[in-house]
């Protein structure tokens, strides 16, 4: 056994940064660990079968403080789509259909890509 300078045995110490260390791994294994209910509890709301009228799809959000919805969504009216915080895409649908022109953009905004959907629509 060790001793210290005195004869008595000496405990060893940990240092500071290894107690930070197993702070941080406690954290990460509860923090990971999923238990069924967990789980089943966010997996039922995707399993719920829903009959949507036509132009409308299933979607689930979340609901309340801790809740899930699935409910039927259509869009209607102006979508923009954003990525890198910049305007990708925008269209206009009426009741789940597009309508009117499609428009793609560059990252400074210029439009490289335009469809007429309208006329995409009667040549089908």
């Not at 702070?23 to 829903?50: A, W």
């Not at 969504?73 to 206009?92: D, L, P, S, T």
């Amino acid at each position: 056994m060790a001793t210290d300078k005195t004869g008595k045995p000496s405990i060893p110490v940990m240092k500071i940064d290894t107690l930070i260390w197993m702070f941080f791994l406690i954290l990460f294994v509860v923090g990971c660990d999923r238990n069924e209910e967990t789980t089943t509890q966010h997996s039922k709301p995707y399993e719920e079968k829903i009959d949507c009228p036509e132009g409308a799809i299933a979607e689930v959000d979340s609901w309340g403080k801790n809740g899930m919805s699935r409910s039927c969504k259509m869009k209607h009216g102006v979508f923009i789509g954003w990525e890198n915080n910049h305007k990708v895409y925008q269209a206009q649908y009426e009741f789940g259909r597009l309508v009117g022109k499609s428009y793609w953009f560059d990252e400074v905004g210029n439009v490289i890509k335009e469809v007429n959907n309208d006329q995409d629509q009667k040549g089908q």
